[in-house]
Nanobody, 125 residues
Framework: QVQLVESGGGLVQAGGSLRLSCAAS????????MGWFRQAPGKEREFVSA????????NYADSVKGRFTISRDNAKNTAYLQMNSLKPEDTAVYYC??????????????????WGQGTQVTVSS
């Protein structure tokens, strides 16, 4: 079955960096677009970033633009989210998701077919 497993979360001070990874199995990874979402306590899940199957097109939420970078390695079936200049408001559980529409890089959660279990990111002030 399809599995998406996030890793790389943790506790970091404001201004620090983290790199999240999403390892995929059970699907033809290179044909799926990949997205990252996050959910803070008491808030709805929100879009963070997405990347097309080829890696040539990306999309970012305004709140992370210029600080986060999404990438993928199709040979390793893994997507990444490099997070720099972290702020306390970035604290959330981060989820990766896979969309069968390989060119879909939008922010609509129902367009993503598979989801990981999430990894906690906590940014202290």
């Amino acid at each position: 079955q399809v599995q998406l497993v996030e890793s790389g979360g943790g506790l970091v001070q404001a201004g620090g960096s983290l790199r999240l990874s999403c390892a995929a199995s059970g699907l033809t990874f290179s044909t799926y677009a990949m997205g990252w979402f996050r959910q803070a306590p008491g808030k709805e899940r929100e879009f963070v970033s997405a990347i097309s199957w080829s890696g040539y097109t990306t999309n970012y939420a305004d709140s992370v633009k210029g600080r986060f970078t999404i990438s993928r390695d199709n040979a390793k079936n893994t997507a990444y989210l490099q997070m720099n200049s972290l702020k306390p408001e970035d604290t959330a559980v981060y989820y990766c998701a896979a969309a069968q529409g390989g060119n879909y890089i939008g922010n609509h959660p129902p367009m993503y077919n598979y989801w990981g279990q999430g990894t906690q990111v906590t940014v202290s002030s």
